[in-house]
């Protein structure tokens, strides 16, 4: 008798209990289990939340892959289960080998946007036949993912250099620390004729007040 992949998911086996040990089952019966208190159950209850709770893709996707399917689900037990908890399914691919048989991974098709965000929420990591976990994982469209660009960090602002202090301002004119001062350029050497003619200006200078004078 067929069974839908929902009835395969919430299926327990029966009569099985786990197996404690002889020391364990006697030590708990000597000195019983202690009971939680408040302040210990308050502290745990925040991390079991978190570890039920599914993370949820900041993307919204349309489409899944879902793998860990037992090898005898076919297609319509797969949309089946999907249409009936989730909404309604465009198309379902289940991978087969090159025998024809299941790989056990099924591309799962929804018909409206963020129905996939829906199925991973409720799905993923989920038990089948009680030890088998279903795996799902979103499908994003590359024409409708965040670009690249938008996600790389801007360039580092390049430091512009402060312009050089002018030369005709009164605090320019002290000079830097550590420069060494400015040497005056060197006279050229005198000929003979510069020095003849300093002689000559400077004779007519020293004769120009003895003839102003006016004679006694």
């Known amino acids: 008798m067929d069974k839908s992949l929902d009835e395969i998911i919430s299926n327990k ?22 009971a939680p208190t408040p302040a210990q159950k ?14 949820t893709p900041s993307v919204t996707a349309e489409k899944i892959m879902v793998s860990g399917l037992p090898l005898d689900v076919n297609e319509a037990q797969v949309k ?25 991974t099924a591309m799962v098709h929804f018909s409206r946007k963020g ?5 991973y929420q409720q799905y993923n990591n ?13 499908i994003v469209d590359p024409i409708r993912a965040v670009p690249l660009a938008s996600r790389v960090a801007p360039a580092p602002a390049v430091a512009t250099k402060a312009a050089a202090p002018t030369r005709s301002g009164p605090g320019n004119a002290r000079r830097r620390r550590g420069a060494a001062p ?9 000929t003979a004729a510069d020095l003849d003619a300093e002689m000559e200006d400077y004779t007519a200078a020293a004769s120009a007040p003895a003839a102003a004078a006016p004679a006694a």
């Open 126 to 138: 989920r038990l089948i036949d009680g030890n088998q976990p279903m795996k799902i994982d979103l």
């Open 182 to 190: 400015r040497r005056a350029p060197k006279a050229a050497p005198k």
């Open 13 to 34: 086996r029966a009569g099985r209990r786990p197996r404690r040990s002889a020391g364990t089952a006697a030590r708990g019966a000597v000195l019983g289990k202690p």
């Open 80 to 104: 089946d289960l999907f249409h009936q908890t989730i909404g309604p399914v465009r198309e379902v691919n289940l991978s087969y080998n090159s025998q024809g048989k299941s790989k056990g």
């Open 42 to 55: 308050a502290r745990a209850a925040p991390a079991v939340a978190a570890a039920k709770a599914p993370a």
């Open 115 to 119: 129905d996939a965000n829906k199925a």
